[in-house]
DNA sequence: CCTTTCACG
DNA sequence: ACGTACGTGAAAGGC
């Protein structure tokens, strides 16, 4: 007989977490599914990782449970569950019922118990048990038998309790975590614990004492009087603590191991579950029919030629490429929809035909497209222009909620309530699977998409509407969009002998510096890996690791530099890093980019950061080096497409710094930049209290961090690592700046308090960021909410500002006739080509345009070069 | 496919 | 006491 091995569930914790990792999700009966999908896909890997012979899930039982006897108030003050988890309760027993697998609960006691009880009977009878839950306390059941999996991130993420895991991270053994927390208490539950002690302290205590009873049989050996003090005065609510953390191993429980038999699921009903919730992914993977949703009724023409009576003076347009990048990939075909009629045009016919290109280069007749960058671009490609588009569902839907666009217009659409599209996934396949589908099948679901487009623009322009984000969605984002279209498609001139000369001597290089590694090692081994490179420097070398990761040691760039004087491998690993990188992303990686015209296309995403920033892929031309010389000569590789043309360069000076002045209205700020001093010198003067002549440049170095702390969201612990002070000392920095600059912290406060009573934080062009962790009881997520809510407006308001630029500037190159061409945009400049005629008039114009597009109540100040490629732009 | 590392603003 | 600075994309290793 197999050995058994039981794998005990939480039910009630899990199913609380998968609601909470994933967005609010409904079928098409208006039911929410997000926590059914959720507890489905942890099931599934869970029963595919662990391959039980026996299950449980285990449930809480009611409100009152024997706890409460001993303290009432015991998971005090917690919310409500929301009705939206409530209703899928019912469907996560169902969905536990078809996988075959037992559920139990028992009046008065918690899953938890039951958990307890099941798993030291299979442990005494030497069954391997293992115990999935969100809640750590279940950790004290971990032993040699028992494994305790405690959700990490998401919904799949675990982290495992062995007592050896317990034993590294907290140094003290399973049992004991009943001690820390009667020590500690658990806000979670409402368990009191002792008022001033923490994890930390309570770790020291029991490291030094090993249990609660011991603290206080130990009590006068105690010096810390402020402690002891605590310790006495809260004694009895720590011993209740501790028996409310423990969980209890015998209770009258009815079920046993014999009943937990996992024979494996009933697929028929799993389907059946699986189609009225509509996860149709999972549905595909048991090759299950899926199930079409109720697709509406619309009746579709393919047409082997456009006609003029076809096109509307509005329609929804959506071009359908095969894969993402629009630039290069095939173009399918073309769908458009209005009132009447949904049309799918293959693109030999479209390519072809005459009627069609006239009304696609009208601006008259009005496009509501479904990307009109990729349209604007594939179009392109066919030899014709996109003019008259009046709306971009991507765009308008990622301007009502960032968080929201994935870029498919299925799922758009979806969050929008219309269901009439089925997601390309479900067309084309995935990954190795993905195919072309039969013709048919092709033009029905680019005409959906097309359709779909159509349908959306009254609902998605209302929430505009009601967003006051009309303005920023036509005035901005939507002719952004045709600029940004216009620079992939001209993409940037890249002199390949460059790369490859530059290639050459790194390659040269590396060789020299991997040959020295290998000797200070002893060995050969592969660098590049991160474990086998901890392995040499801190198991055979025996250097002391500083930081670990999820995996194993850390051998990060910040962590190597702090070893640096302890071994002579280190700098040579660091340098075999920065060389490989450049050899990797930026010599081989861009080599592979360059198209048969000689350049470079990226393409630009402009519905993906949740600040407003644009993002560069394909290759990325948003990171291309610059901090050090070695990697800037990549930059070298950047020229004219033209002979006799230059490359022009135009940055703004300190944008975010100067958004927040204007935002938080500090006076000081304000006028440090209206006087044009070196803002970090100004800091420096304040924050230490000296004269100008007296800042020195460790004064002006921590100055800039703090400035470069306080755009992020400041907290002293990253402005302490980014100073390699302390924290204490980073903490009296930043006290020191924020009574200096009153208008500044009167910002993070009010940003703060806006998310939290609002639910989203916006920029000066209105534009908003959702943030619902704010509010979150995890200390975590709400503090990076909270920084977040500080970053946003500043981030987002400098992307705002540049992008508005970039509408001006094509404007006034097309006003004065001239041939400089829009390359590039790196979050805060914008890079030109230009015929050397257009130099002079570029150097008035491109500041001008950049510097007056908004008016703030500081100057925004432009720095520009030119050269004969972008390195030379310094 | 996920994790780690590192390039940019 | 939490163990991260904000926002990105690409390559490589390893499961």
């Known amino acids: 007989m197999t050995k058994k091995k039981i794998v005990l569930l939480d039910g009630n914790s899990l199913a609380y977490r998968a609601f909470f990792a994933l967005p609010l999700l409904t079928n098409d009966k208006g039911i929410h599914t997000n926590a059914v999908y959720g507890f489905t896909m942890m099931l599934e890997t869970i029963l595919d990782n662990e391959k039980p012979t026996h299950v449980l899930v285990a449930w809480d039982a009611g409100k009152t449970t024997f706890r409460h006897s001993t303290f009432t108030e015991y998971k005090g003050g917690r919310q409500k569950t929301p009705p939206e988890l409530s209703e899928q309760f019912p469907y996560i027993r169902k969905l536990i019922e078809a996988f075959g697998i037992e559920q139990y609960e028992l009046d008065l006691y918690e899953a938890d118990d039951i958990i307890g009880t099941l798993s030291r009977e299979c442990s005494e009878a030497k069954a391997e048990v293992v115990i999935i839950s969100g809640d750590k306390d279940l950790t004290q059941l971990a032993n040699e038998q028992t494994t305790v999996c405690i959700t990490r991130k998401g919904i799949t993420d675990l982290e495992k309790y062995t007592p050896q895991h317990i ?70 609510q720590a011993f209740m603590s501790k028996e409310l953390a423990t969980i209890e191993v015998h209770a009258p429980i009815e079920v046993s191991l014999a009943d937990l038999d996992f024979a494996g699921r009933n697929e028929e009903e799993v389907i059946q579950l699986y189609k009225e919730l509509q996860f149709n992914s999972l549905l595909e993977k048991l090759d299950a029919p899926v199930e079409v949703q109720h697709l509406e009724e619309i009746e579709i023409q393919t047409v082997d030629e456009v006609t003029a009576d076809m096109l509307t003076d509005t329609m929804s347009i959506h071009v359908e490429i095969d894969g993402d990048n629009y630039l290069s990939a095939s173009i399918l075909g073309i769908g458009l929809s209005n009132e009447t009629n949904t049309y799918f045009v293959p693109t030999n016919v479209a390519a072809s035909s005459a009627v069609l290109k006239e009304w696609l280069e009208d601006h008259a007749t009005l496009k509501y497209a479904s ?13 014709m222009e996109l003019n008259g588009t009046d709306f971009d569902l991507m765009l308008a839907a990622y301007i009502v909620n960032p968080s929201f666009s994935t870029g498919e217009v299925a799922e758009i659409a979806r969050s929008f309530g219309y269901h009439g599209v089925k997601s390309d996934e479900a067309v084309f396949g995935k990954g190795a699977k993905r ?10 679901h680019v005409a959906r998409k097309a359709h779909a487009v159509w349908e959306l623009y009254p609902v998605v322009s209302k929430q505009l509407e009601e967003n006051e984000q009309q303005e920023l ?3 901005l984002e939507l002719p952004l969009a045709k600029i940004l279209g216009k620079m992939e498609v001209t993409g940037v001139k890249t002199d390949l002998d460059v790369l490859q000369t530059i290639g050459q001597q790194l390659s040269e290089r590396l060789a020299l510096i991997e040959k020295d590694i290998y000797e200070m090692a002893g060995e050969k081994f592969n660098i590049n890996s991160p474990k086998q490179l901890g392995v040499i420097l801190f198991e055979k070398i025996g250097l002391t690791p500083i930081k670990k990761t999820k995996t194993g040691y850390s051998t990060a760039a910040d962590v190597l530099e702090k070893l640096e004087n302890e071994h002579e491998i280190i700098q040579h690993i660091l340098l075999y890093r920065q060389l490989g990188k450049l050899n990797s992303t930026y010599i081989d990686g861009l080599s592979k980019e360059i198209h048969e015209d000689g350049k470079i296309h990226t393409r630009f995403q402009q519905a993906l950061t949740q600040t407003g920033r644009l993002s560069s892929i394909n290759p990325n031309l948003q990171n291309i080096p610059i901090r ?32 927040l002045a204007h935002i938080s209205q500090d006076e000081k700020l304000i006028e440090a930049f209206k006087q044009g001093a070196d803002i970090h010198t100004k800091t420096a003067m304040d924050v230490f209290g000296v004269s100008e002549e007296d800042v020195d ?22 402005l302490s690592q980014s100073l390699n002070i302390t924290r204490k000392e980073a903490g009296e920095f930043i006290d020191t700046y924020l009574a200096s600059f009153p ?85 805060d400049e914008l890079i030109f080509e230009a015929p050397v005629e257009e130099l002079e008039r570029l150097k008035e114009i491109v500041p001008e345009v950049m510097e007056q597009t908004l008016q703030l109540d500081v100057p925004l100040k432009v720095d520009w070069n030119h050269g004969k490629s972008w390195y030379e732009t310094k």
Do not use: C
Request: net charge neutral; glycine share 6%; no cysteine.
């Open 167 to 236: 034993e590294e991270k907290y140094g003290i053994e399973p049992l004991q975590i009943i001690d820390m927390k009667g020590l500690m208490g658990d806000a979670s539950d409402n368990i009191p614990g002792v008022p001033g002690i923490g994890e930390k302290t309570a770790l020291k205590l029991l490291k030094e004492y090993g249990s609660v009873e011991n603290v206080y049989q130990s009590i006068d050996q105690i010096t810390a009087k402020k402690m002891k003090e605590n310790l006495v005065t809260n004694k009895e």
């Open 371 to 383: 990307d009109s960058k990729s349209a604007y671009a594939a179009i392109a490609r066919l030899g």
């Open 435 to 444: 195919s072309l589908p039969a013709a048919e099948q092709l033009a029905e």
């Open 473 to 475: 969605f036509h005035e």
């Open 628 to 659: 050090l010389e070695e990697g800037r000569k990549i930059r070298a590789a950047f020229i004219p497409s033209e002979p006799e043309w230059i490359m022009f360069a135009a940055d703004y000076s300190q944008i975010e710094l100067r958004v």
């Open 697 to 718: 440049s460790n004064m002006r170095r921590a100055a800039k961090a703090v400035n470069f702390g306080i755009v992020y969201g400041i907290s002293d612990y990253g």
């Open 743 to 827: 208008g500044v912290k009167q910002y993070m406060d009010d940003s703060i308090a806006d998310a939290k009573q609002k639910g989203y934080v916006t920029t000066l062009l209105n534009r908003r960021r959702y943030l619902p962790d704010i509010t979150s009881s995890n200390f975590n997520l709400r503090s990076f909410a909270e920084r977040t809510a500080m970053n946003t407006p500043i981030q987002g308001t400098a992307a705002d500002i540049i992008k508005k630029a970039m509408i001006d500037m094509d404007a006034r190159l097309e006003k004065e006739q001239l041939q400089t061409r829009m390359l590039l945009q790196v979050h």
